[in-house]
């Protein structure tokens, strides 16, 4: 029974790696964080420099490219990363990955699928803390110019209030104001402009709870109601 369940998870694991389309391993070798294994085939493809910044950085990067100069219709692509313990990885492109219309019935798909070893979920569940929830929104485009105003507003006040810091007093039972910049906010967001004057603004958000982003969200995002006949989140 168990040589049987053996070469049952042989053939799953042989039949995932054919149905990939890349598959790349970063281990330590000599101290560095290297490439061990990289495999590509149509329409994926992987660039990996021999040198990125200073060479006393350990760290590999790893650029992905599509033929046809995205994601075509009827493209279908599986990579698999594998980060060995104490490795670091940059997974990135070249530029901005266009997806493009798809034809009849033909639809595109991209899975990633990062495998990291245990000691490096430690490590990233260390970083993350409390924190559960890692967000990113983006607004661009001239229609959106009053909600953009708007979000870099309210995120402004809300973070002014949040973080404010009283320079003197003391709390009851001989607590400095002080104690208060110690205790760690739930929610923390961060808003910038970008582009050509400002066109767009990147929103990014690091939360200990889902339902926290989402109320944030529906209350920020109420104004593009008239734009999209509904209100997102909502």
Request: hydrophobic letters at 35%; a positive charge.
């Amino acid at each position: 029974m168990a040589a049987h369940r053996h070469r049952e998870r042989e053939r799953e694991m042989e039949s995932k790696i054919e149905a990939a389309t890349g598959k790349l391993v970063v281990k330590k070798v000599g101290g560095k964080s290297t490439v061990t294994r990289c495999f590509s085939k149509y329409p994926l493809k992987f660039i990996i420099p021999n040198k990125v910044g200073s060479s006393e950085t350990d760290a590999v990067w790893v650029y992905t490219l599509t033929y046809g100069g995205g994601i075509v219709s009827g493209d279908s692509i599986s990579c698999e990363i594998t980060v060995a313990d104490a490795c670091t990885a940059v997974l990135t492109t070249q530029a901005s990955t266009k997806v493009y219309k798809s034809l009849g019935s033909k639809s595109s798909e991209q899975i990633l699928e990062v495998l990291l070893e245990q000691g490096s979920i430690t490590n990233i569940a260390e970083r993350m803390q409390d924190y559960q929830v890692i967000a990113m929104v983006i607004l661009l485009g001239p229609k959106l110019k009053q909600i953009q105003i708007q979000v870099q507003e309210n995120v402004r006040r809300m973070m002014s209030e949040q973080l404010y810091l009283p320079s003197t007093g003391l709390r009851p039972h001989g607590k400095t104001q002080s104690d208060h910049f110690l205790a760690k906010p739930s929610f923390v967001v961060s808003c910038s402009a970008f582009g050509p004057k400002g066109i767009g603004i990147v929103v990014r958000i690091a939360a200990m709870t889902t339902e926290s982003v989402y109320r944030f969200l529906q209350h920020q995002l109420t104004g593009m109601e008239t734009l999209l006949g509904v209100s997102p989140y909502s």
